[in-house]
């Protein structure tokens, strides 16, 4: 709040109160108490006027100032109340204990949002573990069964199979909790994982994985998120078209002690549309290839960013339409960085 916006806000009172001034002045006059009295006490009365306006505005300037600054970079607005001290004037006051029942009940409200998403989250995690069970069942009666039909009935079983995992990981995904741990994890092994995961929908799609990754590279991840990662990037190359799929790694920073392990995912697949690269991560964006194949969710590589930030890893994508799609995660060495994050 400026100094000319307190003014204009007290116009009525400043006009009035020169008016005041000017009137008393003549009384002063017409009384005959002389020149300098009738100059000198509307003079004094302005003063106090003016001291009067200038106090008020610095305690009232202060107040808003904060107030601003606090709005203007604050994530939850509603908690301003508690961070700002209670004005000595009334219009503070009031607006202060305004701010304050406001912020009480958005904080109700969000908390009773919690509740709810948390309730919703765990009845999907309940319902999806509970489902796991006919499934279960349905794979030991399929056990003994042979031909064509009974290998395409076990490859829808693995689709439902995969959905559900899909579903449950982006639940946990929104999760506040932490349902994941940072541990030590051989990359080569979390890549064969996510290949036999995915076996069947690999050759019958007619896809190849290459793994060149040393048996020897650690990266720090949770190696049941890592592992769900890398199968959301190989259904999607094998979606797309390609034949081939290759893993290999690299380190980035100096030579003798490297900042990060970078796993890159390469297929040569019908590739991406450059238009639709930007917005690959984004839910439920499918594409212009999504929307050819008609079954595309748009879920699996927004659900890749997302488990890829909460563990810490850095992701990024580069195609080029009809010669492939290249994925890149970048696993840093340092975990402090994470740690300082919680």
Request: proline share 3%; aromatic share 8%; glycine share 8%.
């Amino acid at each position: 709040m400026s100094l000319s916006t307190y003014l204009r806000d007290r116009f009525a009172a400043v006009f009035i109160g020169i008016l005041c001034c000017v009137a008393v002045g003549g009384m002063l006059a017409v009384l005959g108490v002389g020149r300098d009295a009738a100059v000198l006490i509307p003079c004094f009365i302005a003063s106090c006027g003016a001291v009067a306006l200038g106090v008020g505005y610095v305690r009232r300037h202060r107040f808003y100032r904060e107030l601003s600054h606090l709005v203007d970079n604050l994530d939850r607005t509603y908690f301003a109340s508690e961070l700002l001290e209670t004005p000595e004037f009334l219009e503070g006051k009031l607006a202060h204990e305004a701010l304050e029942a406001v912020g009480k009940a958005a904080a109700d409200d969000v908390a009773q949002h919690r509740q709810q998403a948390e309730a919703y989250r765990e009845y999907i995690e309940l319902w999806i573990h509970e489902i796991k069970t006919p499934i279960a069942a349905a794979r030991l009666m399929m056990a003994d069964l042979r031909g064509p039909e009974a290998a395409k009935l076990k490859g829808e079983i693995d689709r439902i199979e995969s959905s559900i995992e899909q579903a449950l990981f982006y639940a946990r995904s929104t999760s506040l909790a932490h349902d994941y741990a940072i541990r030590e994890v051989a990359l080569a092994e979390a890549v064969r994982t996510a290949c036999r995961k995915n076996a069947r929908y690999l050759i019958e799609r007619g896809v190849t994985p290459a793994i060149e990754v040393a048996e020897d590279v650690v990266v720090f991840a949770d190696s049941s998120w890592l592992a769900f990662i890398l199968g959301q990037i190989l259904v999607n190359a094998a979606k797309y078209g390609a034949a081939n799929v290759r893993f290999v790694t690299c380190a980035e920073g100096a030579a003798a002690s490297p900042a990060r392990t970078v796993l890159e995912v390469a297929d040569d697949g019908l590739g991406i549309p450059a238009a639709d690269v930007p917005r690959v991560f984004d839910r439920g964006f499918t594409g212009q290839n999504g929307r050819a194949q008609g079954s595309a969710t748009g879920m699996g590589l927004y659900l890749v960013a997302t488990l890829c930030e909460k563990m810490g890893l850095g992701v990024a994508l580069a195609s080029e339409e009809g010669l492939g799609t290249r994925v890149m995660l970048s696993f840093p060495h340092d975990r402090r960085r994470l740690d300082m994050q919680r």
